[in-house]
C-alpha cells in the first residue's frame, strides 16, 4: 500500500513538474527561458557566461572564439555557453551571480568593478593611458595581475585582461570642440564616483546610469549624451538618437574575463589549465579585433554623426580641465593612491 502511495507522490510531482514547465535548476543555476543550454551529454563541466554588449561586439566574438578553444582542447568535457546584451543582467548583478553560484564567467568594464574592489578604479582615471602600447604594459604586467588577483577576495577568480576601449562624447546639444562646449549636458556615465567627478569637473550635469537602459534614455531625452568606444556607439546604434560625436579618448576602459572563484576552484587542474590557455589566446585576439573594429566603425559613424575630430590642442585642453580629479583621487583616503602613482611612474618610464 505504501509502495502504491510513493509511486502516485511521484507521478503527481512529475506532472505538476510538467505542467508548471518550470524553470530547470541544474548546480543550483536558473537560465533565464528555462531551456539547460548545455546539450552536451558528455559534458563534465558547463560553463555559462553573460555580457552586456551585443553580438556583433568584439567581446562577443571573443567569447565564440574562447567556447572553441575550450571545447576542443577538452574534448567537449568542458562545455561554455554564452549570452550577450545584458541577457543575463549588467555588469554588476553577473559579478553578483558569479560570487553567489548562479553563474560561471562574465567579462565586465573595469567601472563596475570598483564597489567589489576598489583599486580598480584607477582604469578610471581620465587621459591615464596615452596609447595602446602603455594600456598593454601596464594590464599585461605585475600592476594588472596584482588588480586581477585582489578579486579572489570577493569571490572572482580574475583571468584576463580584454578590451573595451578609449572612450568617446557623443551627444545631441552642440558640435564639442572642447570642455566648455560640455557645460550643463546631462550626460550618462557608467555607475562609478571618478566618471561622475570627471564630467562635473568639465561643467557637465552626469547621470550614472546602468549600460542597458541608455539607449532608450538617449531615445527619451533623459540625458543628452554618453561615453563610449567607437564601435560601441555603432553596434548599439547610438548614431540613431545622438547627432555630435567628439574623439575625446578621455578614458580607456578594460574588460575583465573573470569566472566565480567558487567555480575556478573545484576545477580540476588540467581544465584549469585548458581555461587559462583560452583566456590568453582570447586576450590577443580580442585587442586586435577590437583594435580593428574601433578604426572601421569611426570611418562609418562619419556617415551618420557630425564628427569631430580633435587637435592635439584641443585635446590638451580637456586634459588640463580634469586634472583636479588627479588632486581629488591623491587627497581621498579611501582610495590607494599608490597603484596610480605606479601606473604613472611605469608609463614615464617608457
Ligand atoms: O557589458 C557591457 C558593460 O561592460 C558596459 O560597462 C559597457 O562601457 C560600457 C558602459 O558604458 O556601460
Redesign the pocket.
Known amino acids: 500500500m505504501i509502495k502504491i502511495k510513493n509511486i502516485l507522490h511521484l507521478l503527481i510531482i512529475l506532472l505538476l513538474f510538467i505542467i508548471t514547465g518550470c524553470t530547470i535548476n541544474n548546480n543550483n543555476k536558473e537560465y533565464k527561458n528555462g531551456q539547460d543550454p548545455s546539450n552536451n551529454i558528455n559534458a563534465e563541466y558547463q560553463i555559462t557566461c553573460g555580457?552586456?554588449?551585443n553580438e556583433k561586439s568584439a567581446a562577443y566574438k571573443s567569447l565564440v572564439k574562447f567556447k572553441e578553444i575550450v571545447e576542443n582542447k577538452s574534448n567537449g568535457k568542458i562545455t561554455v555557453d554564452n549570452y550577450h546584451s545584458?541577457e543575463l543582467g549588467d555588469?554588476r548583478e553577473m559579478m553578483e551571480s558569479l560570487q553567489q553560484g548562479y553563474l560561471e564567467m562574465t567579462?565586465?568594464?573595469s567601472?563596475?568593478i570598483v564597489p567589489f574592489v576598489t583599486d580598480f578604479s584607477v582604469f578610471d582615471m581620465p587621459f591615464l593611458f596615452p596609447d595602446y602600447e602603455t594600456v598593454d604594459y601596464i594590464l599585461d604586467g605585475p600592476i594588472g595581475q596584482e588588480l586581477l588577483n585582489k578579486l579572489s577576495d570577493v569571490g572572482l577568480k580574475g583571468l584576463v585582461y580584454w578590451e573595451?576601449g578609449y572612450r568617446n562624447l557623443t551627444n545631441n546639444i552642440r558640435p564639442v570642440n572642447g570642455p566648455e562646449d560640455v557645460k550643463d549636458i546631462k550626460i550618462r556615465t557608467?555607475e562609478n564616483a571618478i566618471h561622475l567627478t570627471t564630467w562635473r569637473e568639465m561643467g557637465a550635469r552626469p547621470t550614472p546610469m546602468v549600460?542597458s537602459e541608455?539607449y532608450s534614455a538617449m531615445q527619451q531625452k533623459v540625458v543628452d549624451a554618453q561615453e563610449?568606444p567607437f564601435s560601441?556607439i555603432y553596434l548599439q546604434k547610438y548614431y540613431e538618437v545622438q547627432k555630435y560625436l567628439t574623439d575625446t579618448r578621455h578614458v580607456y576602459?578594460p574588460?575583465v574575463l573573470m569566472m566565480s572563484q567558487e567555480y575556478w576552484d573545484q576545477l580540476p587542474n588540467n581544465y584549469k589549465k585548458i581555461i587559462m590557455e583560452a583566456a590568453m589566446e582570447t586576450r590577443s585576439y580580442n585587442r586586435q579585433l577590437s583594435r580593428k573594429m574601433d578604426a572601421e566603425y569611426l570611418e562609418l559613424l562619419k556617415d551618420e554623426m557630425e564628427v569631430t575630430i580633435l587637435n592635439s590642442l584641443q585635446r590638451k585642453r580637456f586634459k588640463e580641465a580634469v586634472k583636479p580629479v588627479y588632486d581629488e583621487y591623491y587627497n581621498e583616503n579611501s582610495i590607494n593612491s599608490e597603484i596610480l602613482r605606479d601606473v604613472q611612474d611605469k608609463i614615464n618610464s617608457i
Do not use: C, H, Q, Y
Request: glycine share 6%; proline share 11%; net charge negative.
Open positions: 555580457i552586456g554588449l545584458a555588469d567579462v565586465p568594464s567601472a563596475p573595451n557608467m549600460f541608455l563610449n560601441t576602459t574588460f
